[in-house]
Antibody, heavy 119, light 107 residues
């Protein structure tokens, strides 16, 4: 059974940095691509980033490119999102999500972790 | 970037009704279109991928269709547990954008 658990959220000051983690289990992590998606309070879903496991291939939304970096540690079945130069508008629940084999379609979501950017 | 416009943004319907949500793309997404359901305070759940393929465990009253720039999610015989917000997403071209959402309320 696929299980995705995000952690690392919290309160951070504007301009600060934070690293989110997503622990994956129940599937062959190295064989799948992974997404980060966020949702600001009361707002819709916003796709942030996608990484193909096993290859150096990442893609980002314009709103976070150059500030956020997605990475994985296949040996530990972990997905990360390094966030820097955080702004108030980055306040959101951040979800990790598992894609299908060889594609982008999301089949499983984590429960999310809340990031609040505030002085 | 590809813009996805969902309509309506809100709808209220009765149990047993047939409900249709439309997602229009600013350019052809080649049927790389997915639908998600989200209930308040919960993570999204995947419903449909690649236009018409139901995710495992999704009730058969849900169906997807469409092509090129226009896609629909249909709920046949609306049930109380279908009260939620529904989002479309295109997975054709980066960035992989979402629609603005459609909130479905049960009368």
């Amino acid at each position: 059974q696929v299980h995705l658990v995000e952690s690392g959220g919290g309160v951070v000051q504007p301009g600060g940095s934070l690293r989110l983690s997503c622990a994956a289990s129940g599937f062959a992590f190295s064989a799948y691509g992974m997404h980060w998606v966020r949702q600001a309070p009361g707002k819709g879903l916003e796709w942030l980033a996608f990484i193909w496991n096993g290859r150096r291939d990442e893609n980002y939304a314009d709103s976070v490119r150059g500030r956020f970096t997605v990475s994985t540690d296949i040996s530990r079945n972990m997905l990360f999102l390094e966030m820097s130069s955080l702004r108030a508008e980055d306040t959101a629940v951040y979800y990790c999500a598992k894609a299908v084999t060889g594609g982008h379609d999301i089949h499983h979501w984590g429960q999310g972790t809340l990031v609040t950017v505030s002085a | 970037d590809i813009q996805l416009t969902q309509s309506p943004s809100f709808l209220s319907a009765s149990v047993g009704d047939r409900v249709t949500i439309t997602c229009r793309a600013s350019q052809d997404v080649y049927r790389f279109l997915a639908w998600y359901q989200q209930k308040p305070g919960k993570a999204p759940q995947s419903l449909v991928y690649a236009t018409y393929n139901l995710q495992s465990g999704v009730p058969s009253r849900f169906s997807g269709s469409g092509s090129e720039t226009e896609y629909t999610l249909t709920i046949n015989s609306l049930q109380p547990e279908d009260s939620a917000t529904y989002y479309c997403q295109q997975l054709s071209i980066y960035p992989l954008t979402f629609g603005g959402g459609t909130k479905v309320e049960i009368k």
